[in-house]
């Protein structure tokens, strides 16, 4: 046995006694998100919905928005913590849309859901503003909550930013 006044390695410390699950909301994680889920006819979203209801990491309001147009009016008329778009090339590619509603100002954070691999898509998918990709044949859902949780905090943090150098900006004149 090891004998020597070195403080113990930090994993190995004894940790406080946390909480039951039940009371404590999950750390990182929004108690709850509303998602706008932009699909095509093919590619209904009730998987995701099924998905979503039965993991208790957070509650997921789920609503879907079938095709380019309706995802837009949707997004003109209420607001949503995180869009999920489906990447279906030929029927609905979601890297030509999420780069049209950046162009026209959409602040939101949205994630790609395809079925091509993460190394294939993720850099494409960061360059044309989304914020995450996920590969729905390897992905859980937990990780997509996970994704879209750090999506809505990047976002926070950038209108965060933006805020903090306007105010500097106003106190320099």
């Known amino acids: 046995m090891h004998q020597s006044s070195d403080p113990m390695p930090l994993g190995l410390m004894e940790r406080k006694p946390r909480a039951p699950a039940a009371t404590v909301a999950w750390q990182g994680l929004p108690e709850r998100m509303k ?4 699909t095509t ?3 209904t979203g009730s998987w995701l919905a099924e998905a979503f209801a039965s993991d208790s990491a957070c509650r997921v309001t789920l609503e879907e928005a079938v095709g380019r147009a309706a995802g837009l009016s949707r997004l003109r008329d ?3 913590d995180v869009v999920l778009v489906t990447h279906e ?3 609905l590619d979601a890297l030509e849309l999420i780069e049209g509603y950046r162009a026209g100002g959409a602040e939101e954070p949205f994630v790609v859901l395809g079925e091509q691999s993460e190394q294939e898509m993720a850099a494409l998918c960061y360059e044309v503003g989304a914020d995450g990709y996920v590969c729905v044949h390897t992905t859980t859902t937990r990780n997509v ?3 879209a949780a750090r999506a809505i905090e990047r976002h926070q943090l950038l209108r965060e930013n933006h805020r903090l150098a306007l105010a500097e ?3 320099l004149q």
């Open 35 to 38: 998602v706008l889920h932009i």
């Open 41 to 43: 006819k093919r590619r």
């Open 78 to 80: 209420e607001a949503f």
């Open 89 to 91: 090339p030929g029927a």
């Open 145 to 147: 909550i996970w994704v």
């Open 169 to 171: 900006q106003a106190r």
